[in-house]
């Protein structure tokens, strides 16, 4: 019964060190999440890409999701019109415009991949913010509320001990 109560006084450092374990995860989370970004976001101004006239969004220099898609996209339409619609693996070996539409779908994997990139970063920075709000909704909330529960077992307990048992005595036989 002491082991009991001694593990029952305790008991309330686990949601504290959960917290600490969870914010310490979610700032990690956060700091990866936006190197990432930003190595995705630095290989893509070292290419050193302009968004053409006709792209959704015109004249802009690549360096982030909405830019990148909007550069694969004006591509896929710029090859998808050379080659009359065909993609690279409708295309004759011996059609001239297989090389080209093969390069077309290069780049357009690499700046879909550079999209997909960002977020997944995104995604990553977010869950590592949500970690840290658990985290500090354990410390907070948790942590209180595991201790009051088991000041109040041991209390109950302590009660017990200390009152004495009533007995009851049987009624007296009334003449």
């Known amino acids: 019964m002491r082991i009991l109560s001694l593990a029952r ?7 504290v060190i959960f917290g600490l374990v969870f914010i310490a995860g ?7 999440g936006r190197d990432a970004h930003d190595e995705v976001e630095d290989a893509l101004i070292a290419e050193n890409i302009v968004t053409p006239e006709d792209a959704s969004i ?11 898609k909007a ?51 995104d995604l990553v920075v977010g869950l590592g913010a949500f970690m840290i709000v658990m985290g500090v909704m354990n410390i907070l909330f948790l942590a209180p509320a595991v201790y009051y529960a088991a000041e109040i077992a041991n209390e109950r307990d302590s009660a017990r001990t200390r009152a004495p048992e009533v007995v009851a005595k049987p009624a007296a036989p009334q003449a």
């Not at 979610?26 to 990866?32: P, T």
């Not at 015109?58 to 990148?68: K, M, T």
């Not at 550069?71 to 009359?84: C, M, N, P, S």
């Open 9 to 15: 006084h305790w008991f309330w450092l686990a949601p």
């Open 71 to 121: 550069q694969a996209d004006i591509i896929e339409t710029h090859y998808l019109e050379l080659t009359e619609g065909k993609t690279y693996s409708e295309l004759d070996r011996e059609d001239p415009n297989r090389e080209t539409a093969f390069r077309a779908a290069s780049l357009r994997t690499s700046l879909n991949m550079a999209v997909m990139g960002f977020k997944v970063a």
């Open 58 to 68: 015109p004249n802009v220099r690549v360096d982030d999701a909405d830019s990148a």
């Open 26 to 32: 979610g700032i990690y989370m956060m700091q990866q």
